[in-house]
T-cell receptor, first 114, second 119 residues
Framework: AQSVTQLGSHVSVSEGALVLLRCNYS??????LFWYVQYPNQGLQLLLK??????LVKGINGFEAEFKKSETSFHLTKPSAHMSDAAEYFC????????????FGAGTRLAVHP | GAGVSQSPRYKVAKRGQDVALRCDPI?????LFWYQQALGQGPEFLTY????????KSGLPSDRFFAERPEGSVSTLKIQRTQQEDSAVYLC?????????????????FGPGTRLTVL
C-alpha cells in the first residue's frame, strides 16, 4: 500500500530564509509524486509533480523538489521565503498507470515571519 | 468556466439530515474525484468518475454516502442521515483524462471545497 509521511506539521522560517518541507513516501511500485499548496478557504493548487522524468523538478513560485529513490524522499525547497508563501503544503503520491488517485500526507503548515 | 466550482461553500446540517454537495468540473474534463478533508488532515480519496461511470468508490466511508455524475459533467455527493463525524471539507477535483503515466500524468484541478458542519 502507498503512504506519505510529512515530517513536521508546522514549519516557521524568516522571510528570505531557505524553505525545506520534508516528504517521505512508501510505494511498492514506481510512484508519481506531487506537491500541492492550499491557502485559507481555497482549494489545492499544484506546485510541481514528478513523473519519472528528471529527478529535480521545478515548479511555480520558485519551488523545486528532488526525487531520491534511495531515500524514498521528495522534499520541497525554496531558496528564499516570501511572506506570500505562508500556507499549508501537501505531498501526495499516486500509482503509475490507472487513474491517478492521490494519496496525501497530513500536511505541513508554513509560517513566514518578518 | 475557468475552474472547478463547488456549491454550497458552507453547509450546516443537523444530525440526521440529508445533504447534497455539488461539483461543476472544468468543461471537457473526463475525470472527476471527490476527497474528504478532516480538520488538520490531508485530503482522503472518496470516489472517482470517468465520464458518467463511477469506477472506484472504495473510499466512501459508509453506505450513507452516495455520488453520481449522470451526464458526465456535474457531480453530486449526497450524504444521508448525517453524523457529526461527517463534518469536514469536501473537495472535488477534475482532470482532462485522469490517467497516471509518464509526463502526461494529468494534473488534478481542485475546487474550493464545501465545508460541512454537522451539529
Amino acid at each position: 500500500a502507498q503512504s506519505v509521511t510529512q515530517l513536521g506539521s508546522h514549519v516557521s522560517v524568516s522571510e528570505g530564509a531557505l524553505v525545506l518541507l520534508r516528504c517521505n513516501y512508501s510505494s511498492s511500485v514506481p510512484p508519481y509524486l506531487f506537491w500541492y499548496v492550499q491557502y485559507p478557504n481555497q482549494g489545492l493548487q499544484l506546485l510541481l509533480k514528478y513523473t519519472s522524468a528528471a529527478t529535480l523538478v521545478k515548479g511555480i513560485n520558485g519551488f523545486e523538489a528532488e526525487f531520491k529513490k534511495s531515500e524514498t524522499s521528495f522534499h520541497l525547497t525554496k531558496p528564499s521565503a516570501h511572506m506570500s508563501d505562508a500556507a499549508e503544503y501537501f505531498c501526495a503520491v499516486s500509482l503509475s498507470g490507472g487513474y491517478n488517485k492521490l494519496i496525501f500526507g497530513a500536511g505541513t503548515r508554513l509560517a513566514v515571519h518578518p | 468556466g475557468a475552474g472547478v466550482s463547488q456549491s454550497p461553500r458552507y453547509k450546516v446540517a443537523k444530525r440526521g439530515q440529508d445533504v447534497a454537495l455539488r461539483c461543476d468540473p472544468i468543461s471537457g474534463h473526463v475525470s472527476l474525484f471527490w476527497y474528504q478533508q478532516a480538520l488538520g488532515q490531508g485530503p482522503e480519496f472518496l470516489t472517482y468518475f470517468q465520464n458518467e461511470a463511477q469506477l472506484d468508490k472504495s473510499g466512501l466511508p459508509s453506505d450513507r454516502f452516495f455520488a453520481e455524475r449522470p451526464e458526465g459533467s456535474v457531480s453530486t455527493l449526497k450524504i444521508q442521515r448525517t453524523q457529526q463525524e461527517d463534518s469536514a471539507v469536501y473537495l472535488c477535483a477534475s482532470s482532462f483524462r485522469g490517467l497516471a503515466g509518464g509526463p502526461g500524468t494529468d494534473t488534478q484541478y481542485f475546487g474550493p471545497g464545501t465545508r460541512l458542519t454537522v451539529l
